[in-house]
């Protein structure tokens, strides 16, 4: 049994799930999300495979 796990779309869920519960805490979470995102990017680790 494989599981695929994609981390972008899971960062950008909790990310706009914060964002609603917490709106004052914007600039924190989307500096945060886009700290996330650029690492990903750059040491390649879009998606994380379980078996």
Do not use: R
């Amino acid at each position: 049994m494989n599981i695929h796990i994609d981390l972008t779309p899971l960062i950008s869920l909790i990310a706009g799930v914060l964002i609603l519960l917490v709106p004052k805490l914007l600039n924190f979470i989307v500096a945060i999300y886009l700290i996330a995102i650029g690492l990903i990017g750059m040491f390649g680790f879009g998606a994380l495979h379980l078996k």
